[in-house]
């Protein structure tokens, strides 16, 4: 996407973008995170259709996830497309390739892999520290609730968060594939190890969608993300 080495935006931009899990990404599957202040730009116009009437800061973040996720894409060889946005506000990735898209106050990421080898993906980023405790009872499970009590207080706020980006970045990566809502309280996380989690649903048989781990990583002393990936 940057033809141009001279251009100082470009050169910025590639500064300032991070790959995320390094370990899984390779010729078929990008995932970086980029403030958003490094993801400036216009869009395509048919994203711009998509976005027209939204709030300004609105439009920023819908822009720098489009950019992230061209930059990407570019990466993997894949060919210049617009990202449109459905009516269910899910994103519409070309066919050759699936992906996912997250930003909070700061800061975008977002994944890009080949349909050829993956089915699909779900990222999410999140600040550390806003899932507070009034929201537990609607955002876990009581057996997760139990989880986090027995856990040494200064780990809380990093693995509710954890947790918490978890159910997003698994609604994400179901959603493509299923097309129905799942509520917080119809999953249920656990750690498997220091840097992945598992997904089942608390009613009902699991399905192929619950079976990859969601990985995670600490990003900075301030955000977290979450990876959730489907071969094909
Ligand atoms: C869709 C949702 C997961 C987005 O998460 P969020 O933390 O609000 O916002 P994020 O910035 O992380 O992600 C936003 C991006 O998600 C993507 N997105 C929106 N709806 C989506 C869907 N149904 N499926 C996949 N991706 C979706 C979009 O790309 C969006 O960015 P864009 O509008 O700029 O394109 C969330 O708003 C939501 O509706 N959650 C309710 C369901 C849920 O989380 N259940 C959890 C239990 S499994």
């Known amino acids: 996407m940057c033809l141009n080495a001279q251009d100082s935006r470009c050169y910025h931009r590639a500064m300032t973008i991070h790959p995320l899990l390094p370990d899984l990404t390779g010729p078929d ?20 259709e998509d976005i027209a009437s939204a709030a300004s800061n609105r439009q920023k973040e819908f822009a720098a996830g489009r950019l992230l996720a061209h930059v990407l894409s570019d990466q993997l060889g894949l060919p210049p497309a617009p990202l449109r946005r459905a009516d269910d506000r899910s994103p519409v990735w070309p066919a050759d390739r699936t992906g ?14 080949k349909r050829s080898a993956f089915q699909s993906v779900g990222v999410d980023i999140e600040t550390i520290g806003r899932v507070e405790q009034k929201l537990w009872p609607t955002l876990f ?8 009590s027995s856990l040494a207080p200064d780990t809380v706020a990093l693995e509710t ?16 594939l299923t097309k129905e809502w799942v509520g917080f309280q119809d999953v249920a996380i656990t750690r498997t190890d220091q840097h992945a989690l598992a997904i089942a649903p608390t009613r009902g048989a699991a399905q192929a969608w619950h079976a990859a781990p969601i990985h995670t990583v600490k990003i900075s002393a301030s955000h977290v993300a979450t990876v959730m990936l489907l071969h094909a």
């Open 100 to 113: 996912s898209l997250s930003h909070c106050d700061t800061i975008c990421a977002a994944a890009v892999g």
């Open 161 to 176: 968060t954890l947790f918490f980006s978890a159910k997003e970045s698994f609604y994400k990566c179901q959603y493509p």
């Open 29 to 48: 599957l990008a995932i970086s995170w980029a403030p958003l202040e490094a993801l400036s730009g216009d869009p395509h116009p048919d994203e711009w």
């Open 141 to 148: 499970t009581e057996k997760e609730a139990g989880y986090f």
